[in-house]
């Protein structure tokens, strides 16, 4: 998968199905997807943007991860996601996220 950060560099990492995407940037060190509360969907810090290509096959927030979404520091988009919250599927091979300037 392709993380691109807020200055539009990019890192490419190697993800297994069935890893979060916040766990797979947090693994290689990809930079803006702080994780603060490890993945228990309880504090935004690890916002994305999803490629358009890829938001149908990722599919919407659920409800308590929308209500997080909505206190991001950085603007909410449609494809606006927690990372904690996408689990690697086979279907989303070659997946692309945005990270946000900023992280709660």
Aim: proline share 5%.
């Amino acid at each position: 998968m392709i993380y691109i950060g807020s200055a539009g560099e990019e890192y490419a990492v190697e993800a297994s199905v069935g890893d979060t995407v916040m766990a797979a940037a947090v693994r290689n060190g990809v930079p803006g997807i702080v994780a603060e509360c490890g993945g228990n969907c309880s504090c935004a810090t690890c916002h994305v943007y999803v490629g358009e290509e890829f938001a149908r096959a990722v599919g919407p927030a659920h409800d308590m991860e929308d209500d997080l979404l909505d206190m991001a520091v950085s603007e909410r988009r449609a494809t606006s996601r927690l990372s904690c919250q996408i689990r690697i599927t086979e279907e989303l091979d070659g997946l692309t996220v945005e990270i946000p300037p900023e992280q709660p």
